[in-house]
């Protein structure tokens, strides 16, 4: 199925879309996604599989699969017709599918997060609704913004998986749903890594994306994890979003114009002068930045080093933050050395 998809001609990823991507890709691996979990839970069904309580019906929470494949149908809009729907059209429709999501499901809007000023404006439940959107568009966007290096996106919803999937045993159809994708999600991470011929695309990262999120919200609201938690689960997307936006506004560029200088970026261009294959230098690049983010907090779980639910995590956050930044110059840096001797 992923392979049949690398060969169709329409939803074509452009080779310098990303500026990382240097051979000739199809935008559908969100599709290969989507059956690969729906393949994977028709067999966990068929064999008796209920995902914890068996007695709980299997959509008690189908408010987060509207938000989930609504935002992949989305996106899949928008890989096969490229360009149909503006920045602006993107973000309302993603705005407003979220928010009926959140009205649906009000336990998902966070009314505390262990932090006293904002706990006090958390406090207000319209305020709380109005920042919980905000900041769940934002990540979504933050998301699509990775989906360039082979691994990157997919390895961190992988670990993603395999976390809440241990943690949170007791919904029925979230369990479940949580499983598949974890099948879903790995089995497109070992061919993407390993062909480079297959993006996620506006599908699979707004899909995926909108899968994160509810299942943060999810832990959340059931005092599963802690803020600090979340933000290190999710560090690379939110913080080179964010200093991405400052970069663009320091050189007053639209906060939405393209940026070729992401962090993946520099490493790509690390690893390009080290691998002759150019799929192992974009691979290389996601699974070495889902390792030094999301894999650092799969080895602080795996040896139960810290609480999910403790706010502890902050130190690590912190230690992500000190390895991005010293990551960051030191690729740029050399970047610019080679480039100058080059010129020279």
């Known amino acids: 199925r992923a392979r049949w998809l690398t060969l169709q001609s329409y939803a074509a990823d452009s ?27 028709a067999f966990l069904l068929l064999n008796g599989h209920r995902g914890g309580n068996s007695n709980a019906p299997l959509g008690m929470y189908w408010p987060l ?5 609504g935002c992949f149908f989305l996106g899949l809009l928008e890989d096969l017709r490229n360009g149909s729907l503006s920045p602006r059209a993107r ?49 979504i966007n933050a998301v699509n913004t990775i989906d360039g290096a082979n691994g990157l996106l997919s390895g961190i919803f992988t670990i993603t998986c395999v976390i809440f999937s241990r943690e949170i045993p007791g919904i029925a159809g979230y369990n479940i749903a949580i499983q598949s994708a974890f099948y879903g999600a790995s089995l497109f991470l070992i061919f993407n890594v390993i062909s480079g ?12 994306g909108a899968a994160m999120l509810l299942c943060g919200l999810v832990a959340l609201s059931r005092d599963v994890v802690s803020l600090s938690f979340l ?16 970069r663009r506004i ?15 970026n520099r490493v790509h261009t690390f690893y390009k002068r080290r691998f002759s294959s150019k799929n192992m ?8 930045i889902a390792g030094m983010s999301s894999g650092l907090v799969l080895c602080f779980y795996v040896y139960d080093t810290i609480p999910l639910d403790s706010h502890h995590w902050v130190f690590v956050f912190a230690l992500q933050c000190a ?13 610019r050395m080679y480039t100058r001797l080059a010129e020279a």
């Not at 309302?92 to 404006?121: A, E």
């Not at 599908?203 to 995926?208: D, E, P």
């Not at 320091?250 to 993946?264: C, E, F, K, M, V």
């Not at 390895?323 to 970047?335: D, K, L, P, W």
Request: glycine content about 12%; overall charge negative.
């Open 15 to 41: 080779t310098d879309k990303h500026g990382i991507s240097e051979v000739q890709a199809s935008r559908l691996g969100g599709v290969a996604v989507a059956v690969g979990v729906m393949v994977a839970m």
């Open 65 to 69: 699969w509207l938000g989930t494949f």
């Open 91 to 139: 973000f309302v429709s993603k705005s407003v599918l979220l928010l009926v999501v959140f009205l649906l499901s009000p336990t998902l809007v966070p009314d505390s997060v262990g932090l006293t000023g904002v706990d006090w404006l958390l406090g207000f439940s319209w305020l709380a609704l109005t920042i919980t959107l905000f900041f769940s568009v934002g990540f």
């Open 197 to 208: 011929r297959l993006f996620l695309g506006d599908a699979g990262s707004y899909g995926i």
């Open 231 to 246: 933000a290190a689960l999710y560090f690379y997307p939110c913080v080179d979003f964010v200093v991405s936006i400052g």
């Open 250 to 264: 320091r050189s007053g560029q639209s906060i939405t114009a393209p940026d070729n200088d992401h962090l993946h």
């Open 281 to 288: 230098a974009n691979s290389a690049t996601g699974l070495s």
């Open 323 to 335: 390895i991005y930044a010293t990551v960051f110059v030191a690729t740029g840096a050399r970047n």
